[in-house]
Protein backbone atom coordinates (compact mmCIF):
# COMPACT_ATOMS: atom_id res chain seq x y z
CA UNK A 1 0.00 0.00 0.00
CA UNK A 2 2.98 2.31 1.29
CA UNK A 3 4.31 1.79 -2.42
CA UNK A 4 1.58 2.41 -4.10
CA UNK A 5 0.83 5.72 -2.50
CA UNK A 6 4.79 6.84 -3.52
CA UNK A 7 3.72 5.69 -6.97
CA UNK A 8 0.87 7.70 -7.34
CA UNK A 9 2.44 10.92 -5.11
CA UNK A 10 5.50 11.00 -8.35
CA UNK A 11 3.20 10.68 -10.81
CA UNK A 12 1.37 13.57 -9.28
CA UNK A 13 4.51 15.59 -8.94
CA UNK A 14 5.69 14.23 -12.50
CA UNK A 15 2.44 15.49 -14.05
CA UNK A 16 2.12 19.06 -12.36
CA UNK A 17 5.91 19.91 -12.86
CA UNK A 18 6.30 18.59 -16.25
CA UNK A 19 3.15 17.74 -18.17
CA UNK A 20 4.27 14.27 -19.75
CA UNK A 21 6.56 13.11 -16.80
CA UNK A 22 4.46 10.83 -15.69
CA UNK A 23 3.83 8.85 -18.84
CA UNK A 24 7.42 8.41 -19.13
CA UNK A 25 7.46 7.19 -15.22
CA UNK A 26 4.76 4.94 -16.22
CA UNK A 27 6.36 3.74 -19.17
CA UNK A 28 9.70 3.40 -17.17
CA UNK A 29 8.04 1.36 -13.58
CA UNK A 30 6.16 -1.29 -16.77
CA UNK A 31 9.96 -2.00 -18.33
CA UNK A 32 11.84 -2.26 -15.27
CA UNK A 33 9.30 -4.61 -13.66
CA UNK A 34 8.90 -6.28 -17.00
CA UNK A 35 13.15 -6.92 -17.38
CA UNK A 36 12.93 -7.72 -13.37
CA UNK A 37 15.54 -4.74 -12.69
CA UNK A 38 15.88 -3.36 -9.07
CA UNK A 39 18.55 -1.52 -8.42
CA UNK A 40 17.42 2.11 -8.01
CA UNK A 41 20.03 4.04 -10.13
CA UNK A 42 18.88 1.33 -13.12
CA UNK A 43 15.44 2.35 -12.51
CA UNK A 44 16.02 5.69 -12.81
CA UNK A 45 18.69 5.67 -15.59
CA UNK A 46 15.53 3.95 -17.60
CA UNK A 47 13.03 6.70 -16.39
CA UNK A 48 15.68 9.71 -17.42
CA UNK A 49 15.67 7.27 -20.99
CA UNK A 50 12.16 7.43 -21.80
CA UNK A 51 11.51 10.78 -20.19
CA UNK A 52 14.10 12.12 -22.73
CA UNK A 53 12.37 10.22 -25.28
CA UNK A 54 8.75 11.88 -24.35
CA UNK A 55 10.37 15.41 -24.23
CA UNK A 56 11.93 14.75 -27.57
CA UNK A 57 8.15 13.35 -29.01
CA UNK A 58 6.55 16.57 -27.47
CA UNK A 59 8.52 18.51 -29.26
CA UNK A 60 7.73 17.27 -32.56
CA UNK A 61 4.00 16.91 -31.68
CA UNK A 62 3.34 20.17 -30.10
CA UNK A 63 2.92 22.13 -33.47
CA UNK A 64 -0.24 19.55 -34.36
CA UNK A 65 -1.43 21.42 -30.82
CA UNK A 66 -0.29 24.89 -31.89
CA UNK A 67 2.52 25.30 -30.09
CA UNK A 68 6.22 25.34 -30.48
CA UNK A 69 9.21 25.41 -28.41
CA UNK A 70 11.50 28.39 -27.47
CA UNK A 71 14.85 26.99 -27.92
CA UNK A 72 17.10 27.11 -25.08
CA UNK A 73 20.21 25.93 -27.30
CA UNK A 74 21.60 29.58 -27.77
CA UNK A 75 25.21 30.71 -29.49
CA UNK A 76 27.02 34.04 -28.87
CA UNK A 77 24.70 35.76 -31.94
CA UNK A 78 21.18 34.77 -30.47
CA UNK A 79 19.76 37.83 -28.99
CA UNK A 80 16.55 35.51 -27.70
CA UNK A 81 17.57 33.63 -24.94
CA UNK A 82 15.91 31.85 -22.84
CA UNK A 83 17.13 31.94 -18.77
CA UNK A 84 17.49 28.65 -17.58
CA UNK A 85 17.65 24.52 -19.12
CA UNK A 86 15.70 23.42 -16.27
CA UNK A 87 13.06 25.36 -18.59
CA UNK A 88 13.15 23.36 -21.47
CA UNK A 89 14.08 20.28 -19.32
CA UNK A 90 10.56 20.47 -17.64
CA UNK A 91 8.88 21.78 -20.81
CA UNK A 92 7.92 24.80 -19.97
CA UNK A 93 9.15 26.33 -23.04
CA UNK A 94 6.35 26.56 -25.07
CA UNK A 95 4.40 29.16 -26.82
CA UNK A 96 2.56 29.56 -29.58
CA UNK A 97 3.84 30.25 -32.83
CA UNK A 98 2.85 34.16 -32.89
CA UNK A 99 4.25 34.39 -29.56
CA UNK A 100 7.21 33.14 -30.54
CA UNK A 101 7.32 35.37 -33.40
CA UNK A 102 6.73 38.40 -30.93
CA UNK A 103 9.27 37.34 -29.01
CA UNK A 104 12.07 37.58 -31.42
CA UNK A 105 10.83 40.51 -32.78
CA UNK A 106 11.52 42.10 -29.36
CA UNK A 107 14.83 41.07 -29.12
CA UNK A 108 15.61 42.13 -32.39
CA UNK A 109 14.09 45.44 -32.08
CA UNK A 110 16.63 45.69 -28.70
CA UNK A 111 19.53 44.25 -30.55
CA UNK A 112 18.75 47.40 -33.05
CA UNK A 113 18.41 49.92 -30.80
CA UNK A 114 20.76 48.80 -28.01
CA UNK A 115 23.30 46.47 -30.05
CA UNK A 116 24.28 43.67 -28.70
CA UNK A 117 21.50 43.80 -26.04
CA UNK A 118 19.95 40.38 -25.24
CA UNK A 119 16.65 39.73 -24.09
CA UNK A 120 15.99 37.15 -21.57
CA UNK A 121 12.62 35.02 -21.60
CA UNK A 122 11.64 32.68 -18.67
CA UNK A 123 8.23 30.42 -18.41
CA UNK A 124 6.34 30.26 -21.31
CA UNK A 125 4.08 27.39 -21.04
CA UNK A 126 3.94 23.24 -21.41
CA UNK A 127 3.48 21.31 -25.05
CA UNK A 128 -0.31 20.13 -24.69
CA UNK A 129 -3.77 21.32 -23.34
CA UNK A 130 -5.41 24.08 -22.86
CA UNK A 131 -6.28 24.68 -19.55
CA UNK A 132 -2.92 22.63 -17.85
CA UNK A 133 -1.60 24.81 -15.62
CA UNK A 134 2.15 25.89 -15.33
CA UNK A 135 2.14 26.48 -11.73
CA UNK A 136 2.64 28.07 -9.10
CA UNK A 137 1.55 30.64 -12.61
CA UNK A 138 -2.13 31.52 -12.82
CA UNK A 139 -2.84 31.83 -16.52
CA UNK A 140 0.04 30.13 -18.11
CA UNK A 141 -1.80 27.13 -19.93
CA UNK A 142 -2.74 27.78 -23.24
CA UNK A 143 0.25 28.98 -25.19
CA UNK A 144 0.08 32.75 -25.20
CA UNK A 145 1.50 33.73 -22.06
CA UNK A 146 5.50 34.18 -21.65
CA UNK A 147 7.34 36.03 -19.02
CA UNK A 148 10.64 37.93 -19.95
CA UNK A 149 13.34 39.20 -17.24
CA UNK A 150 13.66 42.52 -16.84
CA UNK A 151 16.87 44.14 -17.82
CA UNK A 152 19.46 44.76 -15.22
CA UNK A 153 22.38 47.23 -14.58
CA UNK A 154 25.10 46.96 -11.41
CA UNK A 155 25.07 49.58 -8.73
CA UNK A 156 27.41 51.88 -10.75
CA UNK A 157 24.95 52.16 -13.69
CA UNK A 158 26.32 49.69 -15.68
CA UNK A 159 24.40 47.36 -18.04
CA UNK A 160 24.42 44.09 -16.89
CA UNK A 161 23.88 42.02 -20.69
CA UNK A 162 22.00 38.35 -20.33
CA UNK A 163 22.34 38.90 -16.43
CA UNK A 164 19.71 38.18 -13.85
CA UNK A 165 19.22 38.34 -10.09
CA UNK A 166 18.50 35.25 -9.79
CA UNK A 167 19.76 31.88 -11.24
CA UNK A 168 16.18 31.21 -12.95
CA UNK A 169 15.12 35.02 -13.24
CA UNK A 170 12.15 34.64 -10.73
CA UNK A 171 11.43 35.93 -6.76
CA UNK A 172 14.60 38.37 -6.46
CA UNK A 173 12.18 41.60 -6.21
CA UNK A 174 12.75 45.55 -6.41
CA UNK A 175 11.12 46.56 -3.82
CA UNK A 176 9.15 49.46 -3.29
CA UNK A 177 10.30 52.84 -2.08
CA UNK A 178 8.45 54.81 1.20
CA UNK A 179 5.60 56.02 -0.11
CA UNK A 180 4.77 53.97 -3.52
CA UNK A 181 1.96 52.49 -4.30
CA UNK A 182 1.47 49.40 -2.81
CA UNK A 183 -2.43 47.77 -3.44
CA UNK A 184 -1.97 44.68 -1.72
CA UNK A 185 -0.91 46.53 1.53
CA UNK A 186 -2.43 45.37 4.79
CA UNK A 187 -4.12 42.13 3.03
CA UNK A 188 -3.20 38.62 4.25
CA UNK A 189 -5.05 36.28 1.93
CA UNK A 190 -4.18 31.98 2.40
CA UNK A 191 -5.03 31.71 -0.72
CA UNK A 192 -2.18 33.07 -2.93
CA UNK A 193 0.97 32.60 -5.10
CA UNK A 194 2.12 36.46 -3.90
CA UNK A 195 5.47 35.63 -1.80
CA UNK A 196 7.58 37.53 -0.97
CA UNK A 197 10.63 34.88 -0.02
CA UNK A 198 12.17 37.77 2.40
CA UNK A 199 14.75 35.49 3.40
CA UNK A 200 16.29 35.14 0.12
CA UNK A 201 16.19 38.25 -0.71
CA UNK A 202 19.60 39.30 1.09
CA UNK A 203 21.48 36.28 -1.45
CA UNK A 204 20.76 38.01 -5.03
CA UNK A 205 23.23 40.41 -6.09
CA UNK A 206 22.62 44.23 -5.79
CA UNK A 207 21.27 44.94 -9.49
CA UNK A 208 19.27 47.37 -10.43
CA UNK A 209 16.24 47.16 -12.90
CA UNK A 210 18.24 49.23 -16.23
CA UNK A 211 15.62 51.77 -16.78
CA UNK A 212 16.47 52.67 -20.50
CA UNK A 213 16.18 48.93 -21.88
CA UNK A 214 13.15 48.37 -20.18
CA UNK A 215 11.31 50.99 -20.76
CA UNK A 216 12.01 50.53 -24.40
CA UNK A 217 10.62 46.95 -24.14
CA UNK A 218 7.37 48.01 -22.89
CA UNK A 219 7.00 51.22 -25.32
CA UNK A 220 7.68 48.33 -28.44
CA UNK A 221 5.21 45.87 -26.62
CA UNK A 222 2.38 47.84 -26.30
CA UNK A 223 2.76 49.10 -29.94
CA UNK A 224 4.15 47.21 -31.79
CA UNK A 225 3.27 44.42 -29.70
CA UNK A 226 0.10 44.97 -29.71
CA UNK A 227 -0.36 46.30 -33.27
CA UNK A 228 0.80 43.45 -35.00
CA UNK A 229 1.19 40.16 -32.86
CA UNK A 230 -2.32 41.06 -30.98
CA UNK A 231 -1.09 41.45 -27.68
CA UNK A 232 -3.45 41.79 -24.72
CA UNK A 233 -1.81 42.56 -21.55
CA UNK A 234 1.27 43.31 -19.58
CA UNK A 235 1.86 42.55 -15.98
CA UNK A 236 4.04 45.09 -13.85
CA UNK A 237 3.74 45.79 -10.35
CA UNK A 238 2.26 49.30 -9.60
CA UNK A 239 5.34 50.97 -8.33
CA UNK A 240 7.78 49.88 -10.91
CA UNK A 241 5.10 51.45 -13.82
CA UNK A 242 5.00 54.51 -12.13
CA UNK A 243 8.76 54.71 -11.83
CA UNK A 244 9.17 53.87 -15.36
CA UNK A 245 6.31 56.28 -16.02
CA UNK A 246 4.69 53.78 -18.25
CA UNK A 247 1.05 55.28 -18.52
CA UNK A 248 -0.30 52.66 -21.60
CA UNK A 249 -3.43 50.85 -20.35
CA UNK A 250 -1.84 47.57 -21.58
CA UNK A 251 0.28 47.32 -19.14
CA UNK A 252 -1.88 46.25 -15.87
CA UNK A 253 -1.66 45.23 -12.18
CA UNK A 254 -2.25 41.55 -12.61
CA UNK A 255 -4.12 41.00 -8.56
CA UNK A 256 -3.18 40.23 -4.93
CA UNK A 257 -3.82 36.28 -5.01
CA UNK A 258 -1.14 36.25 -8.71
CA UNK A 259 2.66 36.38 -8.09
CA UNK A 260 5.06 39.68 -8.20
CA UNK A 261 5.99 41.19 -11.07
CA UNK A 262 8.51 42.83 -9.70
CA UNK A 263 11.02 40.17 -10.87
CA UNK A 264 9.53 39.48 -13.92
CA UNK A 265 7.51 40.85 -16.79
CA UNK A 266 4.35 38.93 -18.25
CA UNK A 267 2.55 39.22 -21.26
CA UNK A 268 -0.37 37.77 -23.08
CA UNK A 269 -1.04 37.42 -26.19
CA UNK A 270 -4.01 36.69 -28.72
CA UNK A 271 -5.02 36.45 -32.34
CA UNK A 272 -2.22 38.27 -34.45
CA UNK A 273 -2.38 41.89 -34.11
CA UNK A 274 -4.44 43.49 -37.10
CA UNK A 275 -1.10 44.36 -39.04
CA UNK A 276 -0.28 40.85 -39.24
CA UNK A 277 -3.19 39.76 -40.01
CA UNK A 278 -3.99 42.14 -42.95
CA UNK A 279 -0.17 41.35 -44.09
CA UNK A 280 -1.27 37.76 -44.21
CA UNK A 281 -4.94 37.85 -46.49
CA UNK A 282 -2.75 40.39 -48.37
CA UNK A 283 -0.21 37.73 -48.92
CA UNK A 284 -3.44 35.11 -49.36
CA UNK A 285 -4.71 37.32 -51.81
CA UNK A 286 -1.48 37.20 -53.93
CA UNK A 287 -1.24 33.96 -53.80
CA UNK A 288 -4.81 33.34 -55.11
CA UNK A 289 -4.73 35.79 -57.72
CA UNK A 290 -1.71 34.43 -59.55
CA UNK A 291 -2.88 32.65 -62.89
CA UNK A 292 -1.92 29.28 -63.61
CA UNK A 293 0.67 29.37 -66.07
CA UNK A 294 -0.12 26.63 -68.93
CA UNK A 295 2.51 24.00 -69.78
CA UNK A 296 5.12 24.87 -72.56
CA UNK A 297 4.24 23.05 -76.14
CA UNK A 298 6.51 20.47 -75.76
CA UNK A 299 4.97 19.35 -79.37
CA UNK A 300 7.88 18.41 -82.59
CA UNK A 301 7.21 21.06 -85.29
CA UNK A 302 8.22 20.19 -88.56
CA UNK A 303 8.77 22.14 -91.49
CA UNK A 304 6.06 21.84 -94.57
CA UNK A 305 7.16 19.70 -96.99
CA UNK A 306 8.29 21.25 -99.95
CA UNK A 307 6.61 20.34 -103.33
Not at 126 to 133: K, L, N
Not at 248 to 254: E, I, K, T, Y
Not at 279 to 289: D, E
Request: proline share 7%.
Amino acid sequence: MFRFALHILIVLILTLLTQIGDVAYLIALAASRAWGIRRFLAKLAIFLLFYAGASFAAGLAAPMFGRVPLSCLSGATDRLVVRSPIYCLLNRNYVTPDLRNLANALADHMDAEFPGTVTVALDANFPFVDGFPLLPHLSHADGKKLDFAYYYKNADGTFLNDATRSPIGYFAFEEPAPGDELPCEGRNDWLTTRWDFDALQPLFPAYRIEEQRTSAAVAWLTSEGVARFGLQKIFIEPHLKNALGITDSHVRFQGCRAARHDDHIHIQASSPGPLETARRTNRRRHVGSLAPVPPADLGCRFPPASS
